[in-house]
């Protein structure tokens, strides 16, 4: 009885298979080179709108700053032209008369002093201010709406501009009252005034001077800038 393979290769021989060109004798067609993929050139500042921001108003500061200075005693006159005629009017008790004298506000008081300067004859008090001390408000405002980059930038730095008049003013106000108060050594019997009232003084002067001019004008732009502000928190939230 024949025996039956169990060999499991029991297919028949596949024929070799060769391509064309193994036939031909010809060698393969060379591969073609890979195209570059192009890539997206880099950005000169970062995509988020806050990062953007605090960079071009960093920037911005230190440019408008620098260009501020040279024509700061030019732009510090409507403040110092309202801080004379509130000291003419309000201070009336202490100040005789307000002059600018080139770019200096000099205050000529009816308050007396008596030092060894003065040889120890009562003389009146005259105080020199410089109305530009304070004005640095203006560039940090306008570097702000700059970087902000939103439409109708130069009506909101102009109204900003004028929005900040009044305060710059009270810093002048403050800072002549507060010379002429320690021109006369603190003193209330000689400054016809209650100790409260040199108190409150003497609180105004800080206000002035170290609050108002850095706070004011990131207030003054968020008030008139409320549409890049909501936009850039929504930015934010959504991550």
């Known amino acids: 009885m024949p025996e039956i393979s169990t060999n499991p290769d029991t297919s028949p021989p596949q024929p070799a298979v060769r391509s064309q060109s193994s036939i031909s004798g010809q060698a393969p067609p060379p591969a073609l080179p890979s195209t570059p993929v192009p890539t997206k050139p880099a950005r000169l500042f970062p995509h988020k709108p806050i990062t953007r921001f605090v960079i071009l108003a960093v920037l911005g500061v230190v440019v408008l700053t620098l260009l501020w200075s040279v024509v700061a005693p030019w732009l510090a006159g409507p403040a110092a032209l309202l801080s004379s005629w509130v000291l003419d009017i ?25 030092t060894a300067q003065t040889g120890w004859r009562a003389s009146e008090v005259i105080i020199d201010i410089n109305p530009a001390r304070y004005g640095y408000s203006l ?101």
């Open 90 to 114: 309000g201070a009336s008790g202490w100040v005789q008369r307000t002059q600018m004298e080139g770019s200096l506000l000099s205050v000529y008081s009816s308050l007396q002093v008596s």
């Open 139 to 239: 560039p940090i405002l306008w570097a702000l709406f700059l970087a902000a980059f939103g439409p109708g930038r130069v009506w909101r730095m102009a109204a900003g501009a004028a929005l900040l008049v009044p305060l710059h003013a009270f810093s002048i106000v403050t800072q002549v009252l507060m010379q002429l108060c320690l021109a006369v050594q603190l003193n209330p019997q000689v400054l016809h005034i209650q100790s409260w009232q040199l108190e409150a003084l003497i609180y105004a002067y800080q206000l002035g001077s170290l609050v108002i001019p850095p706070l004011s004008p990131l207030l003054v732009w968020l008030w008139l800038d409320q549409a890049f502000v909501r936009r850039t928190f929504a930015d934010m939230i959504r991550g």
